[in-house]
């Protein structure tokens, strides 16, 4: 039997699915969006042609169609959830590029355009930490008064090095400035990072972990670097041949992360989840349940749990 405190199956990590339901007493789904957002690094502010991974959606390839309104994006998505979980409540998730990248009118608009729908206890905007002015984060306060308010902020990698490599182009010192601006404001905020960028080694990707464990963060997201066709990256790939992870090597990196981490972080995602007809490399990435399924039979193996190493 599982003795972890934060679950109710046979996961030994604190899952989003658990969180959700333990808050809110309901199945819960996030709707992914797209709402037309560009960043910062693509238009020449700090940068041009975005991240070296990032698609041509601006890694929201399972968001909404840009052709269509907010509203029958949402629609669609809430329709087909409903035949199966007619009582689910939503959460509307801007995953597209950076959703805080334009004017607080704007922000507004899209914001409130499916805050209105029956059943959405909350919104889910994921971004920049260079892209939250201060009229911004007012704004924010004031959404997170009304409800339930999640900040997304893409890091990735805490190694400046990389940072370059991939083209992020913001400081760490950025990055934990908006994370203290946000948790000032007591705004939930998740980090996203990369496991298996060029060059990392598995010390650097733990150092990530360590230096996160020790921020007032609310979830994690880890992602599995894939190669995804027409981007930067695949033209890296083809140059110069890195080493991208092995399943086996993934798993025991993620295990070792998940010890680390302070046991009441939501670890909101634990594996990539490309779109297999633009996956260039790792292939094992296609069969996300056999990824899920191998952490958690390494955690048992280890009779391991969220945390157990953590210094928090």
Same mark, same amino acid.
């Given at each position: 039997? /599982?003795?972890?405190?934060?679950?109710?199956? /046979?996961?030994?990590?604190?899952?989003?699915?658990?969180?959700?339901?333990?808050?809110?007493?309901?199945?819960?789904?996030?709707?992914?969006?797209?709402?037309?957002?560009?960043?910062?690094?693509?238009?020449?502010?700090?940068? #041009? @042609?975005?991240?070296?991974?990032?698609?041509?959606?601006?890694?929201?390839?399972? @968001?909404?169609?840009?052709?269509?309104?907010?509203?029958?994006?949402?629609?669609?998505?809430?329709?087909?959830?409903?035949?199966?979980?007619?009582?689910?409540? #939503?959460?509307? #998730?801007?995953?597209?590029?950076?959703?805080?990248?334009?004017?607080?009118?704007?922000?507004?608009?899209?914001?409130?355009?499916?805050?209105?729908?029956?059943?959405?206890? @909350?919104?889910?905007?994921?971004?920049?930490?260079?892209?939250?002015?201060?009229?911004?984060?007012?704004?924010?306060?004031?959404?997170?008064?009304?409800?339930?308010?999640?900040?997304?902020?893409?890091?990735?990698?805490?190694?400046?090095?990389?940072?370059?490599?991939?083209?992020?182009?913001?400081?760490?010192?950025?990055?934990?400035?908006?994370?203290?601006?946000?948790?000032?404001?007591?705004?939930?905020?998740?980090?996203?990072?990369?496991?298996?960028?060029?060059?990392?080694?598995?010390?650097?990707?733990?150092?990530?972990?360590? #230096?996160?464990?020790?921020?007032?963060?609310?979830?994690?997201?880890?992602?599995?670097?894939?190669?995804?066709?027409?981007?930067?990256?695949?033209?890296?790939?083809? *140059?110069?041949?890195?080493?991208?992870?092995?399943?086996?090597?993934?798993?025991?990196?993620?295990?070792?992360?998940?010890?680390?981490?302070?046991?009441?972080?939501?670890? /909101?995602?634990?594996?990539?989840?490309?779109?297999?007809?633009?996956?260039?490399?790792?292939?094992?990435?296609?069969? *996300?349940?056999?990824?899920?399924?191998?952490?958690?039979?390494?955690?048992?193996?280890?009779?391991?749990?969220?945390?157990?190493?953590?210094?928090?």
């Amino acid at each position: 039997m /599982n003795k972890f405190k934060y679950s109710d199956s /046979n996961k030994r990590y604190h899952t989003l699915d658990y969180f959700y339901k333990s808050k809110f007493r309901s199945k819960v789904f996030k709707v992914s969006l797209n709402a037309g957002f560009s960043c910062p690094n693509k238009d020449g502010t700090v940068g #041009y @042609g975005g991240c070296i991974y990032c698609s041509k959606l601006g890694s929201g390839d399972f @968001g909404g169609d840009i052709e269509k309104s907010l509203e029958e994006q949402f629609v669609e998505v809430r329709n087909m959830m409903l035949k199966k979980w007619p009582d689910a409540k #939503y959460i509307a #998730y801007f995953q597209a590029n950076s959703n805080t990248y334009a004017p607080v009118k704007t922000l507004k608009e899209k914001y409130e355009s499916v805050l209105k729908f029956d059943n959405v206890i @909350g919104l889910s905007i994921a971004t920049r930490p260079d892209c939250i002015s201060d009229e911004c984060l007012d704004y924010l306060e004031q959404l997170n008064q009304k409800t339930y308010l999640t900040v997304e902020l893409g890091l990735q990698t805490i190694h400046e090095k990389t940072s370059k490599l991939i083209n992020r182009c913001h400081t760490l010192e950025c990055f934990e400035k908006c994370v203290k601006k946000l948790r000032d404001k007591n705004i939930n905020v998740v980090v996203h990072i990369i496991n298996g960028l060029p060059y990392e080694t598995k010390e650097m990707m733990l150092e990530t972990v360590k #230096y996160l464990n020790k921020l007032d963060i609310q979830g994690i997201k880890i992602h599995m670097l894939h190669i995804i066709k027409d981007t930067a990256l695949e033209q890296l790939y083809r *140059k110069k041949q890195f080493h991208i992870l092995s399943r086996e090597e993934y798993v025991n990196i993620v295990c070792d992360q998940l010890e680390l981490l302070n046991e009441e972080i939501v670890i /909101n995602r634990i594996t990539g989840d490309p779109n297999p007809k633009d996956l260039v490399e790792p292939t094992w990435l296609i069969k *996300k349940f056999g990824v899920l399924n191998e952490i958690d039979k390494e955690m048992a193996r280890r009779d391991s749990y969220q945390g157990i190493k953590s210094d928090n």
